[in-house]
């Protein structure tokens, strides 16, 4: 079964930091990984996505994410965060098959401080 | 506007009652979901549907119903075998796997 692991629960960072944020899955075929953020008060969106190719993908908002299959990672990164990244993000895997299944991690709480 | 209509916003549940959560979409989207989010625990997924009269059970479908009539809909239903059931509630949708658009929510609370 597929599972996703966030190892960070809450992250406070001054503004100006660099961001990485964990994300490990655990499926052994081919899999679609995404992550998305939830800012206060708004819907979850959609923030970049990985299905084949570049494993270094970009997202909005300056985001970018790495694909590391024999880590089976796809660990988000900023290089300098805003007091506006201040959400709530999730990592998420579809297995790449043809099953629409999307799973999430539980979630890491960023907090920047102006 | 094309997206995701969830209601009601709130909703509360008594003892030993059944209540459904609405959720509409007009995107022409295939796949519908419908999730769990509580505090600390991310999003759990209850139930899937990739096509219309079919569906799936995700990880938590124990004490739900669901049912997928129509493409437009997917109603789920929390059953009184569902002995922990506030939380907040999202629905979402999907053409093509993993670009989901999510509802604005249900929070249910027990009376």
């Known amino acids: 079964a597929q599972s996703v692991s966030q190892h960070n629960h809450h992250v406070i960072l001054s503004e100006a930091a660099s961001l990485e944020l964990g994300c490990n899955y655990s499926?052994?075929?081919?899999?679609?990984l995404f992550w998305y953020v939830q800012y206060p008060g708004q819907h979850l969106q959609l923030l970049l996505k990985y299905f084949s190719g570049d494993p270094l993908v970009k997202g909005i908002k300056g985001f970018e994410a790495e694909f590391i299959k024999s880590k089976f990672s796809f660990n988000l990164r900023k290089p300098s965060v805003q007091w506006s990244d201040t959400a709530e993000y999730f990592c998420a895997v579809n297995a790449g098959n043809r099953d629409d299944k999307i799973i999430f991690g539980k979630g890491t709480r960023l907090h920047i401080l102006p | 506007d094309g997206g995701i209509t969830q209601s009601p916003k709130y909703l509360f549940r008594k003892e030993g009652q059944n209540v459904t959560l609405s959720c509409e979409q007009n995107l022409n989207h295939d796949a519908m979901y419908w999730y769990r989010q509580d505090p600390g625990q991310g999003l759990r997924l209850i139930y899937y549907?990739?096509?219309?009269?079919?569906?799936q059970k995700g990880d938590i479908a124990e004490g739900y119903s669901v049912s997928r009539e129509k493409k437009e809909s997917f109603p789920l239903t929390v059953t009184s075998a569902q002995k922990n059931p506030t939380a907040f509630y999202l629905c979402?949708?999907?053409?093509?796997?993993?670009?989901?658009?999510f509802g604005s929510g249900t929070q249910l609370s027990v009376l």
């Open positions: 979402a949708s999907s053409s093509s796997a993993g670009k989901l658009f």
């Open positions: 499926y052994g075929g081919t899999v679609n």
């Open positions: 549907s990739q096509i219309v009269n079919d569906f």
